[in-house]
């Protein structure tokens, strides 16, 4: 398709304008003319999905993202018809209606009965007709032969929240269904399926740009939580402590699986306190781009309460040269979601690390860790700006100025790692001793936005191979993935509502985690332990939801 922008006509356009007006943006009547008001709804559509560039161009990912928008709406319509008609489609008809079988192939991935990512296409194929049938087999319904959806079923499709025992699966079952979608969507070590999956393929999406308001209405509602009885909680630990880290509850990751830290936070009353796991969780070890969340944190604390209203007027910029120059916000998106590229991305983190002239010295500050890391912050390429600075384009103030390039590798613990992420997610829980020195909830919402679009989707899948989907609210994600040769890196917050269980009242899960797999460069093996962390992460939520650590 031809790039759509000011000044475009054409059926095209009038299309966008009447798929915009279904959306809610655009009120206007469609002209077929692309005017400054069009332009004005397109950005406005982009801002709810970060990862797309917020420029009022569409190009396909934008419309890709339009599109799906519409299919969500006209597939809940197509199975209200079936549910509130007489009619019945044969599997033959189903598989002609694209829409409706979308709606169902998303209603059976919420349920934990197929997945998800690229493989809600519409495609009704075997996988799916026997994620239909199974789902008839555990909610005991009868079914014709040959198979009809009628309206009792489709009642039923529309209507099931959770599937209990699907919760309760064995490891065996779940680790089958991870490695059928790996082989069903083709992974390999250029597109693995769950590092590569993309924000775009979440089912919890349409969150990423509300997570800062969703973090204030979690702590405004004061949920409770509660803990698996075998873990011991204490205070979160001050800036430059290090917490008491239990060794024995891991056990049950793989071996693939050679470093892991967990903290698991409790809540009573506003209060929080928390728990640490961990399998050599201390010992400095290469952790790649998982580590680009830590100069994008350095940067915000130095920037503090100098960041103007509108972040946007944050230049990332040549010293003396507007030849080069980002809006700070959305270089922090590039970098977390790769969406222009892995070496773009790259160089534009080298590019932070340049504001930090003692990088070890500042990440000890705030973990506590003695051990000897080494944060060079260069990620193997040149930076995009050699020597930068941040200026105020509403003022013309500098803000920040270049102090050290970035130099080498970035050896550092996964408790390191897990103790940022979890800076980021507990900052309105936690005392001015305990918060990132410095950082304002402005500085620290452009880091939760960025760091909700990365491209490894461990924890949406989880939730959805756990059934735990439609019984969540308010579910929050921000992770940074580190892959390469050495190792498959994974780091995450992770927050939601929990009401799976309908006898209690709802909790609040919250926790961060971060694992390691070491590996070589070959195709299985990324493969492989690309299946392993996402067992892993869904083994750790069931047991924080079940509370059976």
């Known amino acids: 398709m031809a790039l759509l922008s000011v000044g475009s006509s054409g059926s095209e356009v009038r299309s966008l304008q009447e798929k915009l007006g279904k959306l809610g943006f655009f009120s206007s009547a469609p002209s077929g003319s692309f005017d400054t008001a069009t332009e004005s709804a397109v950005k406005s559509f982009q801002t709810q999905r970060p990862w797309l560039l917020i420029d009022g161009v569409v190009g396909p990912m934008t419309l890709g993202e339009i599109d799906d928008s519409i299919l969500d709406i006209n597939g809940k319509v197509e199975l209200e018809k079936i549910a509130n008609g007489t009619a019945s489609l044969s599997m033959d008809n189903l598989k002609q209606n694209k829409v409706l079988s979308i709606e169902i192939q998303k209603r059976l991935r919420a349920l934990g009965l197929y997945p998800g990512g690229k493989l809600i296409d519409g495609d009704f194929g075997s996988g799916s007709q026997e994620a239909l049938k199974k789902f008839c087999s555990e909610l005991r319904i009868t079914i014709s032969v040959p198979f009809h959806l009628d309206s009792a079923i489709a009642q039923k499709i529309r209507d099931t929240k959770q599937i209990p025992s699907v919760l309760t699966a064995a490891s065996t079952a779940i680790n089958f269904l991870i490695s059928e979608f790996q082989r069903l969507v083709g992974a390999n070590d250029a597109k693995l399926g769950f590092l590569d999956m993309g924000a775009a393929q979440s089912p919890f999406k349409h969150y990423g740009y509300r997570y800062p308001q969703l973090f204030e209405e979690t702590k405004a509602a004061s949920f409770k939580t509660s803990s698996p009885p075998s873990l011991s909680f204490s205070s979160y630990p001050n800036r430059g402590q290090v917490p008491v880290i239990d060794t024995t509850k891991l056990s049950f990751l793989d071996p693939d699986i050679t470093e892991a830290c967990i903290c698991l936070g409790n809540f009573e009353s506003g209060n929080l306190t928390s728990s640490w796991l961990g399998r050599k969780a201390i010992a400095p070890v290469e952790c790649l781009s998982a580590t680009k969340i830590i100069p994008i944190l350095n940067v915000l604390c130095q ?134 020195p410095n950082i304002s909830q402005q500085g620290l919402n452009l880091a939760i936005i960025a760091m909700g679009t990365d491209t490894a989707r461990y924890v949406d899948t989880a939730i959805s191979i756990l059934g735990l989907e439609n019984v969540i609210d308010s579910p929050i994600v921000i992770s940074k993935l580190g892959f390469g040769d050495s190792a498959l890196i994974y780091t995450a917050f992770v927050q939601f509502i929990d009401r799976h269980d309908p006898s209690s009242d709802p909790k609040l899960r919250s926790f961060a985690l971060t694992l390691r797999a070491a590996k070589t460069s070959t195709n299985a093996e990324a493969i492989r332990v690309d299946s392993s962390i996402a067992l892993a992460v869904t083994e750790i939520i069931r047991r924080i939801v079940t509370e059976a650590f």
């Open 303 to 436: 920037l503090g309460n100098s960041i103007p209203a509108n972040p946007n007027n944050v230049l990332l910029k040549n010293q003396g040269s507007n030849a080069n120059k980002f809006e700070l916000p959305s270089a922090l998106i590039d970098i977390c979601s790769y969406r222009i590229s892995v070496p773009h991305s790259n160089a534009l983190s080298a590019t932070l690390n340049s504001f930090e002239d003692n990088r070890e010295a500042w990440i000890k500050e705030q973990t506590g860790n003695s051990k000897p890391i080494k944060f060079g912050g260069k990620y193997g390429i040149e930076p995009t700006i050699r020597v930068p600075e941040l200026r105020d384009q509403s003022t013309g103030t500098t803000l920040l100025l270049s102090k050290q390039a970035a130099i080498g590798g970035n050896s550092i613990s996964v408790y390191d790692l897990t103790r940022f992420i979890s800076l980021v997610g507990w900052h309105l829980f936690l005392s001015s001793s305990q918060q990132l």
